[in-house]
């Protein structure tokens, strides 16, 4: 092993300690957002996206009620009129109602499923926002300790102009 460090650049542990401090700054502010980001899923696919279909498939409800209820009373008039408008209209209240209950069951799939397939990478999350609450705020300790370490042991060290030079014992000479 060594007895000297080849420490080329205090200054190097310096910069690499402050965008250290940096990076946990940034990272910690993406990791909120993506939690931000995975809880405005959550909310819109449980609560918005399903009150939206829903309050859509009451609507199509209601007017496919009304456009039987129109063509029946055409049916039913005396006056004979021609129904194949009415029965256009209901033909498309339908396939709009169903349209709606389709994109119903597709969101409870989704809303189903959508805790199985984010849980796992939120688990992810949780470890690296861990190391960088925790561990990433240790090692800008230790690096400050290092750097404090270092600069004492290259002031204890170094030369000065001013210092004696070192004694000798007989024999030895000082080169």
């Not at 460090?5 to 190097?12: G, P, Y």
């Not at 946990?24 to 696919?45: C, F, H, N």
């Not at 688990?123 to 230790?142: F, I, Q």
């Amino acid at each position: 092993m060594a007895d000297n460090a080849n420490i080329a650049s205090i200054e190097a542990l310096d910069e690499f300690r402050s965008r250290l401090i940096v990076y946990i700054t940034k990272s910690g502010q993406a990791l909120d957002e993506i939690s931000d980001d995975v809880r405005r899923v959550r909310q819109w696919l449980e609560v918005d996206q399903r009150l939206h279909w829903e309050s859509q498939i009451r609507l199509w409800q209601k007017r496919l009620d009304q456009a039987k209820q129109e063509m029946l009373s055409a049916r039913l008039s005396t006056l004979r009129e021609s129904t194949t408008t009415n029965e256009m209209a209901v033909t498309r209240a339908r396939r709009a109602l169903r349209g709606a209950e389709d994109k119903l069951a597709v969101l409870k799939k989704w809303i189903k499923a959508f805790p199985s397939m984010v849980e796992p990478l939120a688990r992810k999350l949780d470890k690296m926002r861990n190391t960088v609450a925790t561990d990433l705020p240790k090692g800008v300790a230790y690096l400050s300790q290092v750097q404090k370490t270092l600069q004492g042991y290259t002031e204890m060290i170094a030369p000065t102009e001013d210092a004696p030079p070192p004694k000798t014992t007989k024999g030895e000479t000082s080169e």
